[in-house]
């Protein structure tokens, strides 16, 4: 859809932008600025000094065209000279209704006459201009079918504006409209057409400039800050800006992110990306994630603060290509999915993930190539390590303060291992995610463990995030840090296991453990509890009242 905007201005002299003549002005789109209406479209004057049109009126210094105060929209016809750029005259009717006088100039300056209209009471044609008429106007000279004035551009031309109506202009809060209607290269047309901009967008516009109503909506409001860029309005931008802010939710921060990224919108920009880490999983799980370009999803997955689970960003990028596929009018092969994410798929982190999550996803796609998949699985399986093509740097998602519980109120000597796991189930009542265990060392001295630590989600039994690694301890009766690789996102009200496998010599271990803990923030007394469960099957004894794993260490 595309507006316009009609002209229709109150003196030629006083109006850098001149009428066309013969122009039609009934388009439904256009936006009616009549001298007459609410808005007062008088334009401002392009010469030092505006003249009044009056008996014996004389042309300005640059030569200019006088006609009488208060005209109503003229007709012109072919007799007038043509052209848009052609100066406009109103003819008389055959009876002559009474008009303001009107004096000739005997003067000339080159080709521009010094030559003065007046309005007449109705659309007469030209075939019936009496002959008084065409005495009482000289005729005009001839001139081509096309004419660009150039005029140069006047200081303080609001000067020159004696009432409020004609200083309160488009150009008054605009610099563009500005340059359009008053600059040395001002349009000559009495009709613009702006196809670019919708008319509830530009309506709002107005009235932001004319009375300072700021009206946005849900459904207008981007639309809104396109017009208000366009045309330099950078407070009605501001408006457009807050309103976004205020309602920024991750169902919605990737479609704002876009936007904002399209509209060159930093400040508005990193506050998506703010909520996009704060709520990952939300994020991604909204319908307008798949609807984002290339750029903007590959500006996601470079990042290092996303609080989700690597897998999930797989499952969600392969819901993105998906969709790509489908824009691009392509089948969503594994073949062409891979070509639509292009250099996106070298931003997921496969080397992140456990081997069970990407033997059962990834691995089974389809989208990654018999060399990708066999290098990565050497990289779950062997020590060292070998290379891969993709990035292994953990995401920190963190913020705040580390965070620690402990759930056993007193230490005991001889815990002892076998090759059989340690396990506790856990819940919280917020989300959290774990980064490590606090575990107990030798009885004996200074000794080094080896260990296995893993977080499972209980109904499922997939394993979220483990560690083989290990750890010293100097014989005291202190806990140990053993830590993820990154940190497990631990919904509210979902039950997981702690799960840790050690190798090496007797322990210590926790006793008078409790059921429930609770940690407090200091700062924000904001309360996280904890409540342990026994887990079912061989737990190397470890149990809500005795055993190991006695500390969680996390993040909110």
């Avoid at 065409?134 to 000279?141: E, G, I, M, Q």
């Avoid at 309103?243 to 939710?249: E, P």
């Avoid at 018999?370 to 399986?381: G, K």
Wanted: net charge neutral.
């Amino acid at each position: 859809m595309r507006c316009c905007v009609c002209l229709f201005q109150q003196s030629l002299q006083c109006s850098p932008s001149k009428m066309a003549a013969g122009e039609s002005n009934s388009r439904s789109s256009c936006l009616n600025l009549s001298n007459s209406g609410p808005l007062g479209n008088a334009q401002p004057s392009n010469s030092a000094h505006s003249s009044p049109a009056s008996n014996g009126g004389s042309m300005g210094a640059a030569g200019g065209i006088n006609r009488s105060a208060g005209n109503s929209n003229p007709q012109s016809g072919p007799e007038n000279g043509g052209g848009a750029e052609s100066a406009v005259r109103s003819t008389p009717s055959a009876q002559n209704p009474p008009r303001q006088p009107v004096g000739q100039s005997g003067a000339t300056s080159g080709a521009a006459s010094n030559m003065t209209a007046t309005s007449s009471s109705s659309s007469s044609s030209a075939s019936t201009a009496s002959a008084d008429a065409s005495a009482a106007v000289p005729s005009l000279p001839s001139s081509p079918a096309s004419v660009l004035v150039y005029r140069e551009p006047v200081y303080n031309w609001q000067a020159t504006k004696s009432t409020v109506k004609e200083r309160f202009a488009l150009a008054v809060g605009s610099a563009v409209f500005d340059a359009m209607f008053n600059g040395g290269m001002a349009t000559t047309s009495t009709e613009i057409e702006l196809p670019d901009v919708e008319p509830a967008a530009f309506l709002a516009l107005l009235k932001f400039l004319y009375s300072d109503e700021v009206q946005i909506g849900p459904e207008t409001v981007m639309t809104t800050l396109y017009t208000a860029k366009k045309y330099a309005v950078p407070a009605l931008e501001a408006h457009c800006v807050e309103f976004l802010k205020k309602n920024l939710r991750a169902d919605n921060a990737f479609m704002l992110l876009t936007q904002a990224r399209l509209f060159d919108e930093p400040q508005l920009a990193s506050l998506c990306l703010e909520n996009i880490d704060k709520n990952t999983a939300d994020a991604l799980a909204a319908e307008g994630f798949t609807d984002i370009d290339l750029d903007t999803l590959m500006a996601v997955l470079e990042r290092d603060t996303l609080g989700v689970r690597e897998v999930r960003l797989f499952v969600a990028a392969v819901r993105w290509a998906d969709a790509e596929a489908q824009r691009q009018q392509l089948q969503p092969t594994p073949e062409n999915k891979r070509r639509v994410l292009g250099k996106a798929l070298s931003l997921i982190r496969f080397p992140l993930m456990t081997i069970e999550e990407f033997a059962a996803g990834p691995a089974q796609s389809g989208i990654l190539t018999d060399r990708e998949v066999v290098s990565l699985f050497l990289h779950f399986t062997v020590n060292p390590k070998p290379h891969v093509e993709f990035i292994d740097r953990p995401r920190c998602c963190l913020r705040g303060k580390e965070c620690s519980i402990t759930r056993f109120s007193q230490v005991e000597s001889r815990w002892g291992y076998s090759g059989t796991s340690d396990r506790i189930r856990f819940s919280v009542n917020r989300r959290i995610f774990v980064v490590g265990f606090g575990l107990y060392g030798s009885i004996h001295g200074p000794t080094d463990y080896q260990v296995n630590i893993q977080i499972i989600h209980t109904d499922s039994n997939t394993v979220l995030g483990q560690n083989d690694t290990g750890f010293s301890c100097d014989g005291t009766a202190s806990t140990f840090r053993v830590m993820f690789k990154e940190p497990v996102e631990i919904l509210p009200s979902v039950n997981y296991i702690a799960c840790a496998t050690l190798k090496g010599p007797d322990s210590h271990y926790g006793t008078k453990g409790m059921r429930k803990v609770t940690h407090e923030a200091p700062a924000t007394g904001t309360k996280t509890c904890f409540t342990f469960c026994y887990a079912a099957g061989n737990n190397n004894g470890t149990s809500v009242e005795d055993g190991q794993i006695p500390e969680v260490i996390f993040y909110t």
